[in-house]
């Protein structure tokens, strides 16, 4: 009754300060889902379920909707029932009893305006002293955007074979490797895939959800292989790569210092994920080639022992 006399818009932002399990904002995306449903001339079937939804219904989610509570429990119960209703994006956040430590007071301009976040995680000073830790280490840097081609997502297929093409998920990317052997095959090859996402020697694959921050470089085992819509395709410009190494790229993106600037950005409900945008926007120190060229004989150091034990 409270929605429809609000009677909230698509344009509109909705903000529950004490959104306890979150009804009212489940209701209120309900409601301006009907409106655009109407809109686009869709059916408006029992809209508490996981069927999919427009484009425009996910970005008024994603964009427009926040919900915040101190308790723990009551925001998980949120996040669950925001789930089930076929959301999956709301911004359903914990908001923390700040102490000394770990208090960042921001003007109102600094934050929101400055970032579009109103959840006090994303403000939490270990987040502000990882980013300031690289700008102050001494190598210049950059944002991982600026380095790389667009941002790809792989291609999601579901039905596994017995036989046909290795399909690399996020459980197979772990430890700076990719478990290429026990992938599981799908009955279909890149030909089949309508994206730009086959496979080169030196790309990178990054985890995007769930498991998200996991990165590993493609070698010449993998790329007959396809990636599954939860693992970004990564590639360096052909620029970058004279100066750039894709070892070091994704040894960073396995870090601690990454991993502070990804989970300062991820969003979901039971999922956590991160968007192309954020990974874009990610900072990375730029240390020169020589030295990256150590760290990348290192690493492959690293993994021949691990496969060759005896060989210590």
């Not at 208090?103 to 976040?117: D, Q, Y």
């Not at 026990?182 to 090859?189: D, E, F, G, L, Y």
């Not at 990804?262 to 874009?280: M, N, T, W």
């Amino acid at each position: 009754m409270c929605v429809q006399m609000l009677n909230p818009q698509e344009d509109e932002y909705m903000i529950d300060t004490v959104a306890g399990s979150s009804g009212f904002p489940v209701h209120t995306i309900f409601h301006v889902w009907r409106q655009i449903l109407n809109d686009e001339g869709l059916s408006t079937s029992h809209l508490f379920s996981l069927e999919d939804k427009p484009p425009r219904c996910k970005e008024y989610v994603e964009d427009k909707v926040f919900a915040i509570d101190f308790d723990e429990k009551v925001v998980r119960v949120a996040r669950t029932l925001n789930l089930i209703a076929g959301d999956g994006r709301t911004n359903v956040l914990h908001l923390r009893q700040s102490t000394e430590e770990t208090v960042a007071v921001k003007s109102f301009a600094a934050s929101f305006l400055s970032s579009g976040r109103l959840d006090a995680e994303y403000y939490q000073p270990k987040y502000d002293q990882a980013e300031e830790a690289i700008k102050d280490c001494g190598f210049p840097s950059q944002n991982l955007g600026s380095l790389i081609e667009p941002i790809q997502n792989g291609f999601d297929y579901r039905e596994y074979t017995e036989e046909g093409t290795p399909y690399i998920r996020v459980g197979d990317v772990k430890n700076g490797q990719i478990n290429f052997e026990n992938a599981v095959k799908i009955p279909i090859t890149m030909a089949d895939v309508d994206k730009p996402v086959g496979l080169q020697v030196g790309d990178i694959l990054f985890t995007r959800k769930g498991s998200f921050g996991n990165s590993a470089v493609v070698t010449e085992l993998e790329i007959n292989g396809i990636i599954s819509s939860e693992i970004m395709l990564v590639r360096l410009t052909s620029i970058s790569r004279q100066e750039i190494l894709p070892e070091y790229v994704s040894l960073f993106l396995n870090s601690k210092f990454c991993y502070l600037q990804v989970e300062r950005r991820v969003h979901g409900v039971a999922y956590y994920s991160i968007s192309q945008p954020d990974l874009a926007n990610l900072l990375i120190p730029l240390l020169p080639k020589p030295q990256q060229q150590k760290i990348a004989e290192k690493i492959k150091s690293s993994f021949s022992l691990k496969l060759n034990p005896n060989n210590c």
